[in-house]
């Protein structure tokens, strides 16, 4: 019994330290259930979004291991303070206390604070290899490599941590930012969810924000709302969860809720210029061009010298033919690298836009300087440049050196033709065609102008045949359509013309002279009463489309309608009094009214604009056959 006793007293010191570690453990346990289920009531305000595609949580749990080592946590506590010298000699210590491990685990951490990641890659890989590693070194290895963009191997170390412990809160977030950027978004949700299961408050919030984007993805809306709402829930004013919550919303076409989300994000002040991007590109999608502005605007004071922002700002302007004002931009970005060659280029197409063609080509020739003169692009638009300003041999040269540079360069060999086409260099131009298309046999516009120049040697069969070819790579060019209906026509098949002719003007509703040319289509189809209704269509669209009233003036004609006849053609005459077929129609219809004085004042106006006239001369003598009796 004595011996009982004995044991039991020299076990007690040993019980009452497990009881105080058993309640200790219980503490925290019931801290943590406390913490996630927290939820943080505030009032609205912006919370930092993500400024890239992930952004990567620091081992803020404690130290995975090493944690008995006093040197070494001193170390960690001064790498946080950026005290450096400091954390060098704690290192050295380290070392001469034969703790190389722990030595080196500091080393690749302070290499990793001073964005030496390849050192500290290498330091990770020698504590590894050696054996018996501290596993905080596969934590930060992982950390290296994402760094490194090697995502991959990145996972594979963050697994190796979570098998020695499932409760690491980064491991699980980092891996999940991995996984996503790799679109492995099954595996980056459960991340996800783990990370989201381990936290509270903030954290738990970036997590179900996270874990809906990644749902997102996958197209579970019904999820990533879900998660949305309970990231809101801990975080109201997390932005990153807002503009989810928005993509969300566009996903269902519901446009409006979409943008007063957005709007929302506007109104809760973000200070980052990744966030501002976001929404300039959203609100320039729904054509909300002075939200979308403003929002560039905004980004571009967060990070003045972010080439980014400038660039979708610029771009933005250019479209709307804003040309100073991109040029502006495109300044600024030169500025701040004066070996952008981009810009260069995108100046030099600014003033082309402008006719400023002597600023166009010295941006051109700045672009090839940078590039040793090696750009056929460049090369391409100097040529450009060259054929606005009339000159026809510098403008060759360029795109010869440009398909010197690039034989199967189908733009330059197309430009070439064009530029024959310009000089009436026909047989030339046929050639440089039918290079751009044994280069590019989708070249749409190469068999179009192969068909001009095919119209122009009057081969109908293989004008028709280029001109189909346009038509089959794209069905919407509206005018290989037109001259390919012209074809039609003058192979006297107006059905196929009218039909063509319809084709074009659904896609150009007021395109003037496919409604003329459907009017004589239908005209010459005896159609008569749409023929009219169309030529109408042609005045309502230009009042002074002289030939439009000449045509209706022989439509009233032929049907002996002699009033309405001569009314079109004085409107006929009214724009171009010098219009010979007019004239002589006038003498007709005077003749068909018996109306012979003012037929033969008719007859003599024709001759005396063109005395060769024989029809006119033969409509005299009639005149005057009729005075004789």
């Given at each position: 019994?004595?011996?009982?006793?004995?044991?039991n007293?020299?076990?007690?010191?040993?019980?009452l330290?497990l009881?105080?570690?058993?309640?200790?453990?219980?503490?925290?346990?019931?801290?943590?259930?406390?913490?996630?289920?927290?939820?943080?009531?505030?009032?609205?305000?912006?919370?930092?979004?993500?400024?890239?595609?992930?952004?990567?949580?620091?081992?803020?749990?404690?130290?995975?291991?090493?944690?008995?080592?006093?040197?070494?946590?001193?170390?960690?506590?001064l790498?946080s303070?950026?005290k450096?010298?400091?954390?060098?000699?704690?290192?050295?210590?380290?070392?001469?206390?034969?703790?190389?491990q722990?030595?080196?685990?500091?080393?690749?951490r302070?290499?990793?604070?001073?964005?030496q990641?390849?050192?500290?890659?290498?330091?990770?890989?020698?504590?590894?290899?050696?054996?018996?590693a501290?596993?905080?070194?596969?934590?930060?290895?992982?950390r290296v490599?994402s760094?490194?963009?090697?995502?991959?191997?990145?996972?594979?170390?963050?697994?190796?941590?979570?098998?020695?412990?499932?409760?690491?809160?980064?491991?699980?977030?980092?891996q999940?930012?991995?996984?996503?950027?790799?679109?492995?978004?099954?595996?980056?949700?459960?991340?996800?969810?783990?990370?989201?299961?381990l936290?509270?408050?903030?954290?738990r919030?970036?997590?179900?924000?996270?874990?809906?984007?990644?749902?997102?993805?996958?197209?579970?809306?019904?999820?990533?709302?879900?998660?949305v709402?309970?990231?809101?829930?801990?975080s109201p004013?997390?932005?990153?969860?807002?503009m989810?919550?928005?993509?969300?919303?566009?996903?269902?076409?519901?446009i409006?809720?979409?943008?007063?989300?957005?709007?929302?994000?506007?109104?809760?002040?973000p200070?980052?210029?990744?966030?501002?991007?976001?929404?300039?590109?959203?609100?320039?999608?729904?054509?909300r061009?002075?939200?979308?502005?403003?929002?560039?605007?905004l980004?571009?004071q967060?990070?003045?010298?972010?080439?980014?922002?400038?660039?979708?700002?610029?771009?933005?302007?250019?479209?709307?033919?804003?040309?100073?004002?991109?040029?502006?931009?495109y300044?600024?970005?030169?500025?701040?690298?004066?070996?952008?060659?981009?810009?260069?280029?995108?100046?030099?197409?600014?003033h082309?836009?402008?006719?400023?063609y002597?600023?166009?080509?010295?941006?051109?020739?700045?672009?090839?300087?940078?590039?040793?003169?090696?750009?056929?692009?460049?090369?391409l638009?100097?040529?450009?440049?060259?054929?606005?300003k009339?000159?026809?041999?510098?403008?060759?040269?360029?795109?010869?050196m440009?398909?010197?540079?690039?034989s199967q360069?189908?733009?330059?060999?197309?430009?070439?033709?064009?530029?024959?086409?310009?000089?009436?260099?026909?047989?030339?131009?046929?050639n440089?065609?039918?290079?751009?298309?044994?280069?590019?046999?989708?070249y749409?516009?190469?068999?179009?102008?192969?068909?001009?120049?095919?119209?122009?040697?009057?081969d109908?069969?293989?004008s028709?045949?280029a001109?189909?070819?346009?038509?089959?790579?794209?069905?919407?060019?509206?005018?290989?359509?037109?001259?390919?209906?012209?074809?039609?026509?003058?192979?006297?098949?107006?059905?196929?013309?009218?039909?063509?002719?319809?084709?074009?003007?659904d896609l150009?509703?007021?395109?003037?002279?496919?409604?003329?040319?459907l009017?004589?289509?239908?005209?010459?189809?005896k159609?008569?009463?749409?023929?009219?209704?169309?030529?109408?269509?042609?005045?309502?669209?230009?009042?002074?489309?002289?030939?439009?009233?000449?045509?209706?003036?022989d439509?009233?004609?032929?049907?002996?309608?002699?009033?309405?006849?001569?009314?079109?053609?004085?409107?006929?005459?009214?724009?171009?009094p010098?219009?010979?077929?007019?004239?002589?129609?006038?003498?007709?219809?005077?003749?068909?009214?018996?109306?012979?004085?003012?037929?033969?004042?008719?007859?003599?106006?024709v001759?005396?604009?063109r005395?060769?006239?024989?029809n006119?001369?033969?409509?005299?003598?009639?005149?005057n056959?009729?005075?004789?009796?």
């Amino acid at each position: 019994m004595k011996s009982f006793l004995a044991l039991n007293k020299s076990f007690a010191p040993i019980l009452l330290v497990l009881v105080a570690l058993y309640l200790l453990l219980l503490n925290v346990h019931f801290k943590a259930l406390s913490s996630a289920d927290k939820i943080t009531v505030i009032q609205i305000q912006a919370a930092q979004a993500d400024t890239a595609n992930f952004q990567e949580e620091q081992d803020s749990e404690g130290e995975l291991d090493a944690y008995l080592d006093e040197t070494y946590l001193e170390g960690v506590n001064l790498l946080s303070q950026q005290k450096t010298q400091e954390v060098k000699q704690v290192i050295e210590a380290l070392k001469n206390n034969a703790k190389i491990q722990l030595s080196d685990l500091l080393k690749g951490r302070l290499a990793m604070v001073d964005n030496q990641n390849t050192e500290a890659l290498e330091l990770f890989d020698q504590i590894i290899q050696r054996g018996d590693a501290p596993i905080s070194t596969y934590f930060f290895r992982a950390r290296v490599n994402s760094r490194l963009n090697q995502p991959e191997k990145a996972i594979q170390d963050y697994d190796r941590v979570l098998q020695t412990n499932s409760h690491h809160f980064s491991a699980h977030y980092n891996q999940g930012l991995l996984l996503y950027e790799v679109e492995k978004y099954e595996l980056a949700a459960e991340s996800f969810r783990q990370s989201a299961s381990l936290s509270g408050g903030d954290r738990r919030a970036r997590s179900n924000s996270k874990l809906a984007r990644a749902q997102l993805k996958l197209d579970q809306l019904n999820e990533a709302e879900k998660s949305v709402d309970e990231a809101l829930r801990f975080s109201p004013g997390l932005i990153e969860a807002r503009m989810t919550l928005a993509k969300i919303q566009l996903k269902r076409d519901n446009i409006e809720e979409a943008i007063a989300e957005y709007d929302r994000v506007k109104s809760l002040g973000p200070e980052d210029a990744y966030t501002f991007r976001v929404l300039a590109r959203a609100y320039l999608k729904y054509n909300r061009i002075k939200s979308a502005e403003q929002m560039y605007q905004l980004a571009i004071q967060h990070k003045p010298r972010s080439k980014k922002n400038r660039i979708e700002l610029a771009e933005m302007l250019i479209k709307q033919k804003r040309w100073i004002e991109a040029g502006e931009q495109y300044k600024e970005i030169i500025n701040v690298d004066s070996s952008d060659v981009d810009a260069y280029f995108k100046m030099g197409r600014i003033h082309f836009s402008q006719k400023n063609y002597d600023e166009s080509l010295n941006f051109y020739q700045k672009v090839l300087q940078l590039k040793n003169n090696q750009s056929p692009l460049t090369l391409l638009n100097i040529g450009r440049v060259h054929m606005a300003k009339n000159q026809y041999d510098e403008a060759l040269t360029a795109y010869q050196m440009a398909t010197e540079q690039d034989s199967q360069y189908s733009e330059a060999w197309y430009n070439q033709a064009l530029l024959y086409l310009k000089t009436e260099q026909t047989k030339l131009a046929e050639n440089a065609l039918v290079k751009a298309i044994e280069i590019n046999p989708e070249y749409s516009k190469a068999w179009y102008n192969l068909g001009i120049i095919y119209t122009m040697q009057n081969d109908e069969k293989k004008s028709i045949d280029a001109y189909r070819k346009a038509i089959e790579i794209n069905p919407r060019y509206y005018s290989a359509k037109l001259n390919l209906a012209v074809r039609y026509a003058k192979a006297d098949d107006y059905t196929s013309a009218e039909k063509l002719y319809r084709e074009v003007l659904d896609l150009k509703p007021y395109y003037k002279s496919a409604w003329y040319n459907l009017g004589r289509a239908l005209s010459k189809q005896k159609k008569l009463e749409e023929a009219i209704a169309v030529f109408e269509k042609v005045i309502q669209l230009e009042s002074t489309h002289y030939r439009a009233y000449n045509q209706l003036a022989d439509i009233f004609y032929d049907q002996k309608q002699y009033a309405e006849a001569k009314d079109y053609i004085q409107k006929t005459l009214d724009i171009r009094p010098d219009n010979i077929k007019a004239r002589y129609l006038l003498a007709k219809t005077y003749y068909r009214q018996k109306q012979y004085e003012q037929a033969l004042r008719a007859s003599n106006q024709v001759l005396a604009l063109r005395p060769d006239h024989g029809n006119t001369q033969r409509l005299i003598e009639r005149i005057n056959r009729k005075n004789e009796q």
